[in-house]
């Protein structure tokens, strides 16, 4: 979302600007708390391999993927097959990497999260401010 933010997203004339008080945004990750345990793990490395900090919502989602498919393959041991890690996989429930929402799978639901946060772009600030915390559908 700060990605979003930091493009040109709004006219420049003040007339031409009304349509971004209209943008609204779901998405399925937040801004990560700095102060969480995931987070620093992640900043700790990506300032250990000197990655560079453009598009760090997609590093952030890379990140989650890697460390849940690190659970899994812990779960399953050393007789690796690929129904053991997909059982795993689908035994993962409230998976917090701390980047990224708390990740679940089953048989019916494999897409980690369903929920989303819902912004609306601020014209003013020149960045997205959250209207509705994670939200999970009914």
């Given at each position: 979302i700060s990605s979003l933010a930091s493009m040109s997203?709004?006219?420049?004339?003040e007339a031409g600007a009304a349509?971004?008080?209209?943008?609204?945004?779901?998405?399925?990750?937040a801004n990560p708390d700095l102060r969480a345990a995931g987070?620093?793990?992640?900043?700790?490395?990506?300032?250990?391999?000197?990655?560079?900090p453009t598009h760090?919502?997609?590093?952030?989602?890379?990140y989650a993927a890697a460390k849940l498919l690190e659970h899994?393959?812990?779960?399953?041991?050393?007789?690796?097959?690929r129904s053991k890690l997909h059982r795993?996989?689908?035994q993962t429930t409230a998976r917090v990497t701390g980047v990224v929402p708390p990740l679940q799978f089953d048989e019916n639901q494999r897409a980690g999260?369903?929920?989303?946060l819902i912004t609306?772009?601020?014209?003013?600030?020149?960045?997205?401010?959250?209207?509705?915390?994670?939200?999970?559908?009914?």
């Open positions: 997203l709004w006219p420049a004339s349509w971004t008080e209209r943008l609204w945004i779901a998405s399925s990750s987070t620093r793990e992640f900043l700790a490395l990506a300032d250990e391999i000197n990655l560079a760090r919502s997609f590093q952030l989602s890379a899994g393959l812990k779960q399953t041991g050393r007789a690796l097959t795993a996989l689908q999260t369903t929920g989303a609306q772009f601020d014209p003013s600030a020149r960045q997205f401010a959250i209207v509705r915390a994670f939200v999970e559908p009914k």
